[in-house]
């Protein structure tokens, strides 16, 4: 684990242009969520100029980003705040160009910037970024050090560290119950603060690994979607993008997009497993990792508590790689044959009113993953396997599940990486 390396000569000019400028108050729109929740007013005023773009981009991550916030903590939803600007600064980005200088900015097209989380999805993108040639470097946005410390040992690439900081009188105010608490769309601010990093160093692309399944809700309230994965989704990366555009109308920016994003869960896995296998042993989704305190602080060395949603569907996609054995070997845990875990695989199967409030894949491809696994020998008698099929063949087709297994596998969906990564793609398919 490294601090990103010394500014280089010129960087902070790039921040002084007009696209800089533009970057640096688009996130400041997105950090700003992490304060706008503590009361969730009814009206945001931004006191600077914002384009078209940065204003939707703005609306999509305080509401819809938020919608997991606003349900927990039992807030209307969706919520009918209003989005406006001073009337003094609507008018004021013209003056502002006049003040600034124009960006020159030629990147490194073969330099590629690559959000480091830990789990399987982050391991798969660094290794199709490198097999398209791109020079790649792991990095990763975090609060506190002992968060990097931890990340540092899922993967033996170097990985650069960004520490953000939060106003610590937010934090008291949290802890004393004082302000609303609760989860928000952390991508979104990620995304904008790589930007400005890929600006000043720079790096030709920026690259999430953000999968098609983050695009399915986590619950409906009515007709009203609310999904825990919002900025993760493909909406919010296109309005993303938009406004990123449009903050570098005037240069070439930096390359945005999530290279997973026209892929299903089973096809990362299946990546991971075939592509990455050195990878098994570092790899970890459950979130107790960034957990150093409390009983629910996993002991030193462990990766996966063996008892959570998110232990669950993992799981359930390595077990359509691996026998039993070998995923109690990377898990340390028989997952699928702990009883207490049953509520969970029903959640993440479609076999409850919603899905957990974790990032996990779609309902439809879980199930059939699970038919999938059913027809292994070796997994057919696990207690969980055995007995979640009576209520998976009320819900659903077995033969239409195995059918959509290997149409999972692949399937194809929008996206917006570049032709020559998603050529590839298709090969390592």
């Given at each position: 684990?490294?601090?990103?390396?010394?500014?280089?000569?010129?960087?902070?000019?790039?921040l002084?242009?007009?696209?800089?400028?533009?970057?640096?108050?688009?996130?400041?729109?997105?950090?700003?969520?992490?304060?706008?929740k503590?009361?969730?007013?009814?009206?945001?005023?931004?006191?600077?100029?914002?384009?078209?773009?940065?204003?939707?981009?703005?609306?999509?991550?305080?509401?819809?980003?938020?919608g997991?916030?606003?349900?927990?903590?039992q807030?209307s939803?969706?919520?009918?705040?209003v989005?406006?600007?001073?009337?003094?600064?609507?008018?004021?980005?013209?003056?502002?160009?006049?003040?600034?200088?124009?960006?020159?900015?030629?990147?490194?097209?073969?330099?590629?910037?690559?959000?480091?989380?830990?789990g399987?999805?982050?391991h798969?993108?660094?290794g199709?970024?490198?097999?398209?040639?791109?020079?790649?470097?792991?990095?990763?946005?975090?609060?506190?050090?002992?968060?990097?410390?931890?990340?540092?040992?899922?993967?033996?690439?170097?990985?650069?560290i960004?520490?953000?900081?939060?106003?610590?009188?937010?934090?008291?105010?949290?802890?004393?119950?004082?302000?609303?608490?609760?989860?928000i769309?952390?991508?979104?601010?990620?995304?904008?603060?790589?930007?400005?990093?890929?600006?000043?160093?720079?790096?030709?692309?920026?690259?999430?690994?953000?999968?098609?399944?983050?695009?399915e809700?986590?619950?409906?309230?009515?007709?009203?979607?609310?999904?825990?994965?919002?900025?993760?989704?493909?909406?919010?990366?296109?309005?993303?993008?938009?406004?990123?555009?449009e903050?570098?109308a005037?240069a070439?920016?930096?390359?945005y997009?999530?290279?997973?994003?026209?892929?299903?869960?089973?096809w990362?896995?299946?990546?991971?497993?075939?592509?990455?296998?050195?990878?098994?042993?570092?790899?970890?989704?459950?979130n107790?990792?960034?957990?150093?305190?409390?009983?629910?602080?996993l002991?030193?060395?462990?990766?996966?508590?063996?008892?959570?949603?998110?232990?669950?569907?993992?799981a359930?996609?390595?077990?359509?790689?691996?026998?039993p054995?070998?995923?109690?070997?990377?898990?340390?845990?028989?997952v699928l044959?702990?009883e207490?875990?049953?509520?969970?695989?029903?959640?993440?199967?479609?076999?409850?009113?919603?899905?957990?409030?974790?990032?996990?894949?779609?309902?439809l491809?879980v199930?059939?993953?699970?038919?999938?696994?059913?027809?292994?020998?070796?997994?057919?008698?696990m207690?969980?396997?055995?007995?979640?099929?009576?209520?998976?063949?009320?819900?659903y087709?077995?033969?239409?599940?195995?059918?959509?297994?290997?149409q999972?596998?692949s399937?194809?969906?929008?996206?917006?990486?570049?032709?020559?990564i998603?050529?590839?793609?298709?090969?390592?398919?």
């Amino acid at each position: 684990m490294h601090w990103p390396h010394a500014v280089p000569n010129g960087a902070f000019e790039k921040l002084r242009s007009r696209e800089g400028q533009a970057l640096l108050r688009l996130t400041a729109l997105m950090v700003g969520v992490s304060y706008h929740k503590a009361a969730a007013s009814d009206e945001v005023i931004v006191e600077f100029p914002a384009g078209e773009a940065a204003m939707a981009a703005l609306t999509a991550a305080y509401t819809e980003g938020l919608g997991e916030f606003y349900v927990r903590n039992q807030l209307s939803y969706p919520p009918a705040t209003v989005f406006r600007q001073n009337s003094d600064t609507q008018n004021s980005a013209t003056d502002d160009n006049e003040t600034t200088a124009e960006l020159a900015f030629t990147p490194k097209a073969k330099t590629a910037l690559v959000a480091f989380g830990g789990g399987k999805d982050s391991h798969v993108a660094a290794g199709l970024m490198r097999r398209a040639g791109r020079d790649v470097e792991l990095i990763s946005i975090i609060l506190s050090e002992k968060v990097g410390a931890r990340l540092a040992t899922m993967t033996d690439a170097p990985l650069s560290i960004l520490k953000r900081t939060i106003d610590p009188h937010l934090i008291e105010i949290s802890r004393s119950g004082e302000a609303l608490n609760g989860h928000i769309p952390i991508t979104s601010i990620n995304s904008t603060i790589l930007m400005l990093h890929a600006l000043m160093h720079g790096h030709g692309e920026i690259v999430f690994a953000n999968e098609r399944a983050a695009s399915e809700p986590t619950m409906w309230l009515g007709d009203v979607p609310v999904n825990h994965q919002y900025s993760k989704s493909i909406a919010f990366e296109g309005l993303l993008r938009a406004a990123f555009e449009e903050a570098g109308a005037r240069a070439s920016l930096p390359n945005y997009f999530s290279i997973l994003r026209p892929v299903s869960e089973l096809w990362t896995i299946q990546a991971l497993v075939k592509k990455a296998p050195e990878a098994l042993g570092q790899f970890a989704s459950c979130n107790r990792n960034f957990v150093f305190a409390g009983k629910n602080a996993l002991e030193d060395g462990v990766r996966w508590c063996g008892h959570c949603a998110k232990c669950t569907y993992t799981a359930v996609l390595l077990a359509t790689q691996v026998g039993p054995d070998r995923l109690e070997e990377i898990m340390g845990h028989p997952v699928l044959g702990i009883e207490s875990n049953m509520p969970f695989l029903r959640d993440v199967a479609g076999l409850s009113d919603a899905k957990p409030w974790e990032c996990v894949g779609e309902r439809l491809e879980v199930a059939a993953a699970l038919a999938h696994i059913a027809d292994q020998p070796e997994w057919a008698e696990m207690p969980l396997i055995k007995a979640i099929l009576p209520e998976l063949d009320q819900t659903y087709d077995r033969q239409k599940l195995r059918a959509q297994y290997h149409q999972s596998l692949s399937a194809w969906s929008e996206h917006y990486i570049p032709n020559d990564i998603a050529v590839l793609m298709q090969q390592v398919a």
